[in-house]
């Protein structure tokens, strides 16, 4: 059974920095396109990060130089770093996996995705 737990939200004020984890069971984590989406209350769900199985990196322009995307392959765990964080980055962040190769984050589509965890909130006060 392919599992997908986030953890790591929580509130943060705005310039501050949050760590997201993911941990994955159930598949080949090391063979999977990992991504990190956002889903603000009203708006579509949009790719922040993605990172391939041989490390290489994609952003959403919104984050690029604020956060970053790494992965434990022999922990299976996927993660986020915030940093700066934005009222914006307020969201349900969630993360996915697809047996795709990575592309640039903001050319996935969500389809692109097989297995998603089930989010963790994000609420950045100013």
């Known amino acids: 059974q392919v599992q997908l737990v986030e953890s790591g939200g929580g509130s943060v004020q705005s310039g501050g920095s949050l760590r997201l984890s993911c941990a994955a069971s159930g598949y080949s984590y090391s063979s999977y396109c990992m991504g990190w989406f956002r889903q603000a209350p009203g708006k579509e769900r949009e790719g922040v990060a993605a990172i391939d199985s041989d490390g290489s990196t994609s952003y959403a322009d919104s984050v690029k130089g604020r956060f970053t995307i790494s992965q434990d392959n022999a922990k299976n765990t996927l993660y986020l770093r915030m940093n700066t964080v934005k009222a914006e980055d307020t969201a349900l962040y969630y993360c996915?996996?697809?047996?795709?190769?990575?592309?640039?984050?903001?050319?996935?589509?969500?389809?692109?995705?097989?297995?998603w965890g089930q989010g963790t909130q994000v609420t950045v006060s100013s």
């Open positions: 996915a996996a697809s047996h795709f190769s990575c592309r640039p984050i903001a050319t996935m589509w969500r389809t692109d995705f097989d297995y």
